[in-house]
């Protein structure tokens, strides 16, 4: 590929060249005369020849500037043709990272409101417990488990991880447990999850190692509470996570005790993109749907304002 001149002063020369006046040039490209002046000399110099030359009080094209003028202008008109399409096939994409969990049993079953909403927008979603690089730009939002906002990062707290012990009816009355100690007599799901640690120091059973209990290991919440569902053992699940479950009484929380991971659930994504119209819009529909799913959450166990979260850590 040839060596370009100065992309900025090839800029200024079109249009100069296409007003055929300095002054209006500078006013279209929000510079001064001088600084277009400047930006023509520098070209002139790179190329060795002479692209204007006074006319009157005026400048007017050489002979070699009108010659290239016209396909300067025809390649920015294409590149111009490049980003618009670029940034319409953008528009028209909102592409969304979260983990396994919360996309099959929080966002799946709401997502269509907002297909409703923005009929026009293909949603597409990124599933995965591995995180992904949002400032790489080939994913626009990502929900993620955070403790803090990430500096260079929009961050909207969305609700807490907050977890307990969960099992079926049929495990629960094949396995009675009368007090959290009685846990450690059965079957755990994933028990090397660091949540099972952080359940049993907060209900004072500091010394569990979960680590010489290894047992069925899974990747996800989604597979734990499946497999506690089908009566395989009792797993530490969010229940904000499997609402219909608890509902149908697949699922029963055998001690009324909740811990918060000081990693709440965030909806992130870079400072550039904090004025496109689709994250603006599935910011939007998804803070809604959160204050919705808080307002079915009386006791805030499970979902909470930021400032009552940070407090709790």
Not at 84 to 108: D, G, H, K, M
Not at 136 to 141: C, I, N, Q, S, T
Not at 157 to 184: I, R
Request: charged residues 20%.
């Amino acid at each position: 590929m040839p060596q370009l001149p100065p992309l900025a002063a090839v800029r200024v020369f079109e249009a100069a060249a296409r007003h055929e006046n300095y002054s209006r040039a500078a006013e279209e490209l929000a510079l001064t005369q001088a600084g277009v002046s400047y930006q023509i000399k520098l070209l002139e110099e790179r190329l060795g020849a002479q692209l204007f030359m006074r006319k009157g009080r005026g400048m007017a094209l050489t002979p070699l500037g009108k010659r290239i003028a016209p396909r300067v202008t025809e390649a920015f008109g294409i590149l111009g043709e490049a980003f618009a399409a670029a940034q319409t096939e953008n528009e028209a994409v909102l592409s969304i990272t979260c983990s396994r969990t919360f996309a099959a049993n929080w966002l799946a079953g709401r997502i269509g409101s907002f297909n409703l909403q923005r009929p026009n927008l293909a949603v597409r979603f990124h599933v995965s417990d591995e995180l992904v690089d949002l400032s790489a730009g080939e994913v626009d939002v990502g929900i993620r488990g955070i403790t803090t906002p990430t500096p260079g990062f929009v961050s909207h707290f969305l609700m807490n991880q907050t977890f307990t012990v969960m099992a079926s009816p049929a495990f629960l009355e094949k396995h009675p447990l009368k007090e959290p100690a009685d846990l450690l007599k059965v079957q755990r799901l994933s028990a090397s999850d660091e949540w099972w640690d952080l359940w049993f120091t907060s209900v004072g059973l500091p010394g569990y190692d979960p680590h010489r209990d290894p047992g069925l290991r899974f990747d996800s919440q989604v597979l734990d509470g499946n497999a506690a569902i089908a009566g395989h053992g009792a797993a530490v699940l969010f229940p904000v996570m499997f609402p219909e479950a608890i509902k149908a009484g697949l699922l029963v929380a055998p001690f009324d005790h909740y811990t918060t991971d000081p990693r709440g659930f965030y909806l992130v994504y870079p400072e550039q993109k904090r004025n496109l119209a689709k994250v603006r819009a599935f910011r939007d529909w998804l803070l809604e749907e959160v204050r919705v799913a808080a307002d079915d959450d009386p006791l805030g166990i499970l979902i909470q304002p930021e400032a009552a979260r940070l407090a709790k850590i």
